[in-house]
C-alpha cells in the first residue's frame, strides 16, 4: 500500500509539474505581446508598397487602405495604425464592392501573430474547418459590414465578389488595447477572407 501510494504521489507530482511547463510554455508565447504585435505590423508595413491599390495590385502583392474612418486628404496619417494591409491570395469576377450599410457572406479564418506554440498563428475564430479554402464545400458566415471590426469592415469595401485577401489589421482597427473574448489587447489581426456575396441594405442574402 505504501508503494502504491508513493508511485501515486509521484504521478501527481509528475502531472504538476507537466502542467506547470505547459502553463509557462503559454505565458511565454504571450511574452512583451504589445512589443512584438507592434514590431509584426511594422514588418509588415516596412514590405508595402505604399504605390498600389486593390486594381492594380497583383496575386500576393501587399498594400494599403486607409481606415474608412479617416480622411483620405489629411497628411499626418499613422503608417502602422491608421491602415489595413491587404494581400491578394485570388481574384474573384465581382465588379463592384458592397458598402457599410451592406450585408456579406463570407468565409473567414482569424488567426494571431505566429509565436513558438503555433507558429502560423493561433487561430481563434474560422467559418471554415478545412485546412485550405474549398469553395465548393465551405459555408460561409453572414454579417452586416458595419458590425464587423474597423479593419475588416474598411478591406470589405475595396473587396469584389470572389476575391481573397489575407488582412494584416493592426490593434486599433481590430480589438483595441483590452481583451476581448479570446482575443488579448494590442493584438494584430491576421485574417484570410473571402466575399461570396453582399445584399444591399433591405436586400436578403441567397439561402445557399
Not at 488567426?111 to 506554440?117: C, K, S, V
Not at 503555433?118 to 465548393?136: K, M, R
Not at 494584416?168 to 489587447?185: A, F, T
Request: charged share 25%; with cysteine.
Amino acid at each position: 500500500m505504501k508503494r502504491l501510494l508513493t508511485l501515486c504521489l509521484s504521478t501527481v507530482m509528475a502531472a504538476i509539474s507537466f502542467s506547470s511547463c505547459e502553463e509557462t510554455k503559454e505565458t511565454d508565447d504571450r511574452h512583451n505581446w504589445e512589443e512584438r504585435n507592434a514590431a509584426y505590423i511594422s514588418d509588415i508595413a516596412a514590405k508595402c508598397d505604399i504605390s498600389l491599390t486593390e486594381k492594380d495590385a497583383g496575386v500576393n502583392s501587399i498594400f494599403r487602405i486607409l481606415s474608412f474612418k479617416l480622411n483620405p486628404k489629411e497628411s499626418d496619417h499613422n503608417i502602422t495604425t491608421d491602415y489595413v494591409y491587404c494581400q491578394i491570395l485570388a481574384k474573384g469576377d465581382g465588379k463592384e464592392c458592397p458598402l457599410y450599410t451592406d450585408s456579406v457572406r463570407i468565409n473567414f479564418r482569424l488567426r494571431l501573430i505566429p509565436t513558438d506554440n503555433f507558429p502560423n498563428g493561433q487561430v481563434l475564430d474560422q467559418s471554415y474547418t478545412t485546412q485550405e479554402l474549398d469553395p465548393e464545400i465551405n459555408i460561409p458566415a453572414s454579417f452586416v459590414i458595419s458590425g464587423l471590426v474597423d479593419g475588416v469592415a474598411t478591406a470589405l469595401q475595396h473587396m469584389k465578389t470572389g476575391d481573397s485577401w489575407r488582412l494584416y489589421i493592426p490593434y486599433s482597427l481590430g480589438y483595441g488595447k483590452s481583451n476581448v473574448r479570446n482575443v488579448p489587447g494590442y493584438s494584430t489581426l491576421i485574417f484570410d477572407l473571402n466575399l461570396v456575396e453582399y445584399a444591399k441594405t433591405g436586400n436578403p442574402l441567397s439561402l445557399k
